[in-house]
């Protein structure tokens, strides 16, 4: 069986530090992690769609650490307390998954974010998502923590259906079927109105599932070197090592780390070039840790 330590460790980006015990105590049962998670988090194009413009860098909370810091500033209370829907850190799918991951991982559970395309949200379109995957002793779970528990959406969120017809479409999948034929990129994106879907830009996100899935859980906004203009062969070859990783082909998920570790275009360097989804102009920001 591959080696699940890379999953139970915590990433930069997962680690609560200072805020560990809050962690701590949240209760051992997903549902409850989940729940955890958007009362703590509001989605800015959802729930907080009239966002004060002095709480707009909130969706940059890059660290798990700045988003309990910014909800804690609020409510220096456990994570479980009721928050205000309007007074909940600004975030999006990304800090959900991020806050998930980082319970899991402190309670001792495998767990990594999967970066992809949901096709229930808006019937006809895939729109940019990120999801949760943890280790239940036997296999790779997923689930969405932005749904409620039950299958309102025609399927379990807890324990999300894989493969084809599967409700979430994995970035390496999504290419794969557009290099085929089997799927039209021009349905895969942010919105079905925005110019920030089609080819290109699922092939941005699959080198984010890399990055994700080796612990560099970077904004969907974050831009480096890899995630514009990547040659279509390369990254045939990664989508593919992705996809036999997925079902668990000997050595590939090794393979894949290693090239994640090695390949300047699969993780950023020491800054990234923060975009803005509300139109801000970009600007360079490091990644070090110590600036918290």
Known sequence: MRSLDRWISHSAYSDPGRYRPLLGDLPVDLAAVCAAARNVIGHYRVELAELPDDRRDEVNSRWLERILEADQARHPRPLTDPRPSEDRVAGCCRDHTLFVVGALREHGVPARSRIGFASYFTPGFHHDHVVVEYWDGSRWVRTDPELPDGDGHGFDSRDMPTGADAPFTTAAEAWRGHHSGKLDAGTFGVLPESDLRGASFVAGYVVYEVAHRYGDELLLWDDWAGTRNADPAWLDHVAELLTAADAGADGADDQLARLHAEDPRLHPGATVTQH?????????????????
């Open 276 to 292: 803005s989804p509300f139109g801000d102009p970009p600007r360079t920001v490091s990644l070090t840790r110590a600036a918290l």
